[in-house]
């Protein structure tokens, strides 16, 4: 079993930066694929990034390349996400989520078997 705790939402302007957090605890988390979704009201979850067990490889959806990136630090457990450059569209809820195997398409939701409980990211002036 492997429990997710996101944290470090919060209002920001357009333009300011933010940090999420994604703390894991549970089944090795060097083993675990992991990903970053979001939601906003009235839509479904979107993929916004990947990174493999290792953090070696990475792949974001077009909307964020550039501006967000995804980190490991396997000594604290925790992947982070720095989102840069925010604008009103990245409002939502942020999910992490790890999987145990990858065996489709990593944007899918599909691919993860565990999540996180959300954070809340508003951007807005």
């Known amino acids: 079993q492997v429990r997710l705790v996101e944290s470090g939402g919060g209002l920001v302007q357009p333009g300011d930066s933010l940090r999420l957090s994604c703390a894991a605890s549970g089944r090795p988390f060097s083993k675990s694929p992991m990903a970053w979704f979001r939601q906003a009201p009235g839509k479904e979850r979107e993929f916004v990034g990947y990174s493999n067990w290792s953090g070696g490889t990475t792949f974001y959806t077009d909307s964020v390349k550039g501006r967000f990136t995804l980190t490991r630090d396997r000594a604290k457990n925790t992947e982070y996400l720095q989102m840069s450059s925010l604008k009103p569209e990245d409002t939502a809820v942020y999910y992490c989520?790890?999987?145990?195997?990858?065996?489709?398409?990593?944007?899918?939701?599909?691919?993860?078997?565990?999540w996180g409980q959300g954070t809340q990211v508003l951007v807005s002036s």
């Open positions: 989520a790890a999987a145990i195997v990858i065996t489709g398409p990593v944007a899918s939701v599909d691919q993860y078997d565990y």
